[in-house]
T-cell receptor, first 113, second 117 residues
Framework: GNSVTQMEGPVTLSEEAFLTINCTYTATGYPSLFWYVQYPGEGLQLLLK?????DKGSNKGFEATYRKETTSFHLEKGSVQVSDSAVYFCALSDGTGFQKLVFGTGTRLLVSP | GAVVSQHPSWVICKSGTSVKIECRSLDFQATTMFWYRQFPKQSLMLMATSNEGSKATYEQGVEKDKFLINHASLTLSTLTVTSAHPEDSSFYIC?????????????FGPGTRLLVL
């Protein structure tokens, strides 16, 4: 079945450092890929998405490119801020009309001043 | 973005009792809502898909008689954990699907933490 694998955290960075959170997936067909972010005490929020190969999703300085050849969707940001501290989830949809999502285990990011 | 609320945000109950969790889409109508369960340091696991006006679709391994789902209106779905036991203690999260033309987005609630003593 479909699955998503994320790097284990926590990832600890200093402010303004470069961020990469790895995500790879296994899927049949052509899934859409997502990154969600969960701030403390809040629900998951969609950060960015890509619906087909070579698409790049971007939002709030974060980027991820849908790489079909490596089945990856790594999240990157050039300069992190303390306010980016959160848990980041990579996910894919199985392509059905109901948009059922399969999530990775989440990666906690801690950014210190 | 759209807002989804859950109530209660946390609940403690005795073993053997039933607990109802509400999920509401506050500013849009959702024909489809989803219920997830999240264990500590683990991912969200889809439990069931809740369809307005029809029976929920449960994922493999989820007991439908234990986790009762009702989606009686376009803005409300409820999850009732019947005869709760300590192993049911978890973080329950709902999401609501918004469809605008060809675009579909899921909006998540903040979650409900259940502790069964």
């Amino acid at each position: 079945g479909n699955s998503v694998t994320q790097m284990e955290g926590p990832v600890t960075l200093s402010e303004e450092a470069f961020l990469t959170i790895n995500c790879t997936y296994t899927a049949t067909g052509y899934p859409s890929l997502f990154w969600y972010v969960q701030y403390p005490g809040e629900g998951l929020q969609l950060l960015l998405k890509a619906t087909k190969a070579d698409d790049k999703g971007s939002n709030k300085g974060f980027e991820a490119t849908y790489r079909k050849e490596t089945t990856s969707f790594h999240l990157e940001k050039g300069s992190v801020q303390v306010s980016d501290s959160a848990v980041y989830f990579c996910a894919l949809s199985d392509g059905t009309g109901f948009q059922k999502l399969v999530f990775g285990t989440g990666t906690r990011l801690l950014v210190s001043p | 973005g759209a807002v989804v609320s859950q109530h209660p945000s946390w609940v403690i109950c005795k073993s053997g009792t039933s607990v109802k969790i509400e999920c509401r889409s506050l500013d849009f109508q959702a024909t489809t809502m989803f219920w997830y369960r999240q264990f500590p340091k683990q991912s969200l696991m889809l439990m069931a898909t809740s369809n307005e006006g029809s029976k929920a679709t449960y994922e493999q391994g989820v007991e439908k008689d234990k986790f009762l789902i009702n989606h009686a209106s376009l803005t409300l779905s409820t999850l009732t954990v019947t005869s709760a036991h300590p192993e049911d203690s978890s973080f329950y999260i709902c999401s609501a699907r918004q469809a605008l033309g060809s675009q579909e987005t899921q909006y998540f609630g903040p979650g409900t933490r259940l502790l069964v003593l």
